[in-house]
């Protein structure tokens, strides 16, 4: 793996695609059509046969010796103001691995690279479309409807794309004789950062519960109600977003208020309805269902010390993700013959390798992010952390390949 051909590319990508507000590559629009256009550039340099499958995922496959391949990839769309790395990392680094395979000669087994459509979900909001179309798990009357700003519906943009919605999910056969997937990305968080390590080998993707909770309370006159006669729902709110931190750093999971909404809203008036939005991740299904029970009864809590009442309302949730065992050892080892340590940490944010992780053995690497922050034209990763992430991935799909010829990762019928 040469870690400058991947930095070039990445480079010039920007230069195409990005600029001072920062990417722009929002899937479905002519940038993302242009991001798209300078990959098939770089694929041409290969000997590869470049395919857009029916979710608008784009392959790219180099035969090997043996039965079945490996997938490498991620995504090039971005967020409207995106950084350079999200997704483009893993994309250029799969083209390096496919590069410096065929300098190398004819892989143990095939390695096929995939470019997913709309992993952002920028536009309409749906994220991991192309891999969850790929994984049989997008549905497709769930997304029809979906209108973007402009009151563009997804389906007809999509088809601007040569995509027709009620076939996305022909995509699956693109895993027919897959072994594995492997997939590199920025943290685009703080774990990596903290502790000195330029990457690290990813567990799996934490389950996620997200829920509203409404406090119930009484809309009184702020001066006319004493302290002791309240049934204040920001109070009671506000004390159970204290607790529910506490949650978070007892199973050393993660546990987010991210806003509350009052009603009336007023200065003048204790809050009578106080709407909370609750974010909670981890890696164990146990731990997660834990900490779902102990916000619950921390809302429960505070809406009895406060007079009030309280409702959980389910928004949205998806189980953890582990990724596969084996691949973690070979990551594990690959990152520190790179120039990294033995970390392992979970991924906070969702990943197309998530939705392969279902069908197929999968694992990913992170680089370090610094500063870390992401979906921000200032997300960043110093040159040397990518030079051993780029390093640690190209180790990897060696690995990979050759347990895919030793009949260890057998091809998905
Ligand atoms: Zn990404």
């Known amino acids: 793996m040469k870690a400058?051909?991947?930095?070039?590319?990445?480079?010039?990508l920007a230069?195409?695609?990005?600029?001072?507000?920062?990417?722009?590559?929002?899937?479905?629009?002519?940038?993302?059509?242009?991001a798209r256009e300078?990959?098939?550039?770089?694929?041409?340099?290969?000997?590869?046969?470049?395919?857009?499958?029916?979710?608008?995922?784009l392959w790219a496959g180099m035969a090997g010796e043996g039965e079945g391949f490996l997938i490498v990839g991620s995504h090039v769309d971005s967020v409207p103001a995106g950084g350079w790395l999200d997704g483009a990392l893993g994309v250029f680094t799969a083209v390096e691995a496919l590069r410096s395979q065929d300098e190398k000669g004819t892989a143990p087994v095939g390695l096929r690279l995939v470019d997913w459509a709309d992993e952002e979900g920028a536009r309409f909001g749906r994220?991991?479309?192309?891999?969850?179309?790929?994984?049989?798990?997008?549905?497709?009357?769930?997304v029809r409807d979906l209108r973007d700003r402009d009151g563009e519906r997804l389906e007809d943009v999509v088809a601007r794309y040569d995509v027709n919605l009620t076939r996305v999910n022909e995509s699956n056969g693109q895993l027919r004789g897959a072994c594995a997937y492997l997939e590199l990305h920025i943290e685009q968080g703080p774990v990596l950062e903290s502790r000195g390590e330029p990457a690290a080998t990813v567990l799996g993707t934490c389950g996620v519960e997200r829920h509203v909770g409404v406090?119930?309370?009484?809309?009184?006159?702020?001066?006319?109600?004493?302290?002791?006669?309240?049934?204040?729902?920001?109070?009671?709110?506000?004390?159970?977003a204290l607790a529910i931190r506490e949650v978070g750093f007892g199973h050393d999971g993660v546990c987010t208020v991210g806003g509350a909404i009052s009603e009336p809203g007023v200065v003048t008036a204790v809050a009578g309805r106080t709407e909370m939005l609750l974010d909670q991740r981890h890696l164990d299904p146990d731990k997660l269902a834990a900490m779902l029970t102990e916000a619950h009864e921390a809302c429960e809590q505070a809406a009895a010390d406060h007079g009030c009442e309280v409702e959980l309302r389910h928004l949205w949730s998806i189980p953890p993700i582990p990724f596969d065992d084996r691949l973690i050892a070979l990551a594990?080892?690959?990152?520190?013959?790179?120039?990294?340590?033995?970390?392992?940490?979970p991924s906070g944010p969702l990943h197309d390798a998530a939705e392969m992780a279902r069908l197929i053995p999968t694992v990913m690497i992170f680089s370090s992010s610094s500063p870390p922050v992401s979906h921000t034209p200032e997300e960043d990763t110093p040159e040397d952390d990518l030079r051993?992430?780029?390093?640690?991935?190209?180790?990897?799909?060696d690995g990979a390949l050759a347990s895919a010829a030793a009949g260890e990762l057998p091809p998905r019928e």
């Open 15 to 34: 230069r195409l695609t990005g600029g001072p507000d920062g990417a722009r590559r929002v899937c479905w629009t002519d940038e993302w059509a242009k």
């Open 38 to 57: 300078f990959l098939r550039s770089r694929l041409d340099e290969l000997p590869v046969e470049v395919t857009v499958d029916a979710a608008g995922n």
């Open 332 to 345: 594990r080892d690959a990152v520190m013959e790179a120039g990294g340590s033995d970390t392992a940490i």
């Open 388 to 397: 051993v992430a780029i390093e640690a991935y190209g180790r990897t799909v």
């Open 215 to 240: 406090f119930s309370g009484q809309t009184a006159h702020a001066g006319a109600t004493p302290m002791t006669l309240r049934r204040d729902s920001f109070a009671a709110t506000a004390q159970a």
């Open 127 to 142: 994220s991991l479309f192309g891999s969850s179309a790929c994984a049989g798990t997008l549905e497709v009357d769930e």
């Open 4 to 12: 400058e051909r991947v930095l070039e590319d990445l480079r010039e």
